[in-house]
């Protein structure tokens, strides 16, 4: 028995884990279609520029919206820009629209958006 269990056992190999999500390679390419044409350039909308280093300008920057950092790692609930991704900034204290404009993002992607801050922001 001991002999079948070991032999079950070798020929078993663990599940990989999965990759961390990262602003680069999971986030970054849901906002180059949506967000880049409004906030890049010398006057951006709502003053944040995603062009140039999109995620210094986000991650543990204030909002000029709201009393809160635009993303606040590890926790989404508490990052202005999944509320305005969401639809719920009015709730958090904010203004203006939801995000995108066209409202092209689709809900599994804003859950990514909310993974990827609770999971730390990582870059």
Not at 84 to 89: D, F, I, S
Request: hydrophobic share 40%; with cysteine; proline share 7%.
């Amino acid at each position: 028995m001991r002999l079948a269990l070991a032999v079950l056992l070798v020929g078993c190999t663990p599940e990989p884990e999965p990759a961390a999500l990262s602003f680069e390679r999971d986030v970054a390419p849901l906002f180059w279609d949506e967000c880049y044409v409004c906030h890049r350039g010398d006057e951006p909308d709502a003053g944040l520029e995603l062009w140039d280093d999109p995620y210094g300008h986000t991650v543990g920057v204030t909002s000029t919206q709201a009393d809160m950092a635009l993303v606040e790692p590890g926790d989404h609930l508490y990052s202005y820009l999944w509320h305005k991704l969401n639809g719920t900034q009015g709730i958090a204290g904010g203004s203006g629209t939801a995000m995108p404009l066209d409202g092209l993002l689709y809900a599994d992607e804003i859950a990514l958006v909310a993974e990827w801050i609770d999971a730390g922001a990582a870059p």
